[in-house]
């Protein structure tokens, strides 16, 4: 029996699943968080053969003894995952000090966290990525503006979502933002790129194989999103794109994935832009080393008729998976901002998409700078259903 680690079981909400799975697989599931566990979800206490409950997560010390004592109960960790952005530095020190090798090390984090560092390993399989620099003074980034012109995109070099993103359309604005701009923060700078962004989603075996494979579409950029307070909607496509099928399978094999759900994004251009590609090309944004936020993987199992989280614990457990697809749709996401005056009551929403509705609710606060308040999510066959649906949603009185 394999003994596997989960870090942060109980948030996101839904990752319960996973645990669920790999129970269901004959795993000894592991969890270690900072949440009381009488507060877990029943079906995520049913799921772990134990918990350890830490003050704090940040703290390394306590999460360290957290993994000693397990081993010293259990025997040898088989996996440590938390299948988060945030923790991916964490995990990667974790397996480093207990000697768990399946999973990325810390010496791995530079390639997978940075977005200096992705850029070369996009490049070395053809794939173009937007000219940048480091943002060490303002004399630098106006050395790069002469080169690219405004706007420009500054964000974290290492960074989670879009928290500290700022576009900057002038040298008023770039002088306001290195006044106030985190010291402590390392930005990279990057030239605008007018596009929509497609992802590339996929559980990947141990040979850098995908299991399964879909990707969704941001219509609006999500640093508008948080930087504007406006509503969210993106979707999970009905079939994905041959291009972005060809562009995703080449920088897994390019950045090493082994055994992880991946969340890969790129940029569909929607003009022409010297140096990188002409209008539909799709060129690189970034990796991210663990599933699409928020509610994701559900959309996924909604719009393939399927269960990404019984594939990812089927690839923990067998390295294979036999987890059938059914049909195909799109599946949206809509979250609608608080303070806005829409024309569709919760009623009307009810009775014109009770059918196709698969789930609504209130979004955590921690998720809803970039996803809005209160969600809905719907499956649709065809794109013009689904536009109307966002239509109707979002429009106000």
């Known amino acids: 029996m394999k003994n596997v680690i989960f870090l942060s079981p109980n948030f996101p909400a839904n990752y319960w699943q996973f645990c669920a799975r790999l129970k269901e697989n004959g795993m000894n599931v592991l969890g270690i968080g900072d949440a009381p566990y009488d507060e877990l979800y029943v079906d995520l206490k049913n799921a772990l053969t134990e918990y350890y409950k830490v003050s704090s997560l940040e703290n ?19 996996w440590l995952e938390s299948n988060n952005e945030y923790w991916l530095e964490r ?25 200096s560092g992705m850029k070369p390993y996009y490049q070395a399989v053809g794939i173009p990525t937007a000219k940048y620099c480091m943002v060490t003074d ?15 995109i500054v964000k974290p070099d290492n960074g989670v979502g879009a928290s500290h993103t700022y ?11 290195m006044a106030e701009k985190d010291p402590h923060i390392l930005y990279i700078c990057e030239e605008f790129v007018n596009a929509e962004v497609n992802s590339y989603d996929a559980i990947i075996d141990s040979k850098g194989n995908p299991l399964f494979e879909t990707g ?21 496509v009905k079939n994905l ?15 090493g994935v082994k055994s992880r759900f991946i969340h890969f994004e790129f940029f569909r251009l929607l003009e022409d832009h010297e140096g990188l590609g002409k209008k539909g090309d799709v060129i690189a944004l970034e990796v991210n080393m663990r599933p699409c936020g928020g509610y994701s993987p559900d959309m996924m199992n909604y719009a393939n008729s399927t269960d990404v989280y019984k594939i990812w614990a ?11 697809e059914g049909d ?14 829409f024309k569709m009551s919760y009623a009307d929403v009810l009775t014109r998409y009770g059918e196709n509705l698969r789930m609504m609710g209130r979004i955590p606060d921690a998720l809803s700078g970039a996803m809005g308040n209160q969600m809905y999510v719907a499956v649709f066959d065809t794109e013009e259903e689904m536009n109307r649906f966002y239509k109707d949603m979002t429009e106000t009185k």
């Open 60 to 78: 390394y010390d306590e999460v360290y003894k957290a993994v000693a004592f397990f081993i010293f109960k259990y025997g040898r960790i088989d």
């Open 167 to 177: 576009k900057l359309s002038s040298e008023e604005d770039l002088r306001a933002f």
């Open 241 to 255: 794109a041959d291009d972005v099928r060809k562009a995703g399978r080449a920088a897994v094999k390019s950045f």
């Open 216 to 236: 969704n579409v941001t219509p609006n950029s999500i640093m508008d999103i948080v930087n504007n307070n406006d509503n969210s909607i993106y979707y999970i």
């Open 91 to 115: 995990d990667a020190d974790l397996r480093r000090d207990f000697h768990i090798t399946s999973g990325f090390q810390p010496d791995d984090m530079p390639r997978i966290k940075f977005k």
């Open 328 to 341: 195909h749709r799109f599946c949206a996401f809509c979250g609608l901002r608080d303070g806005k005056d």
């Open 314 to 324: 089927d690839m923990i457990a067998f390295d294979q998976s036999t987890k059938p």
């Open 138 to 152: 303002e004399q630098t980034v106006l050395d790069f503006v002469r080169q690219v012109g405004w706007p420009v």
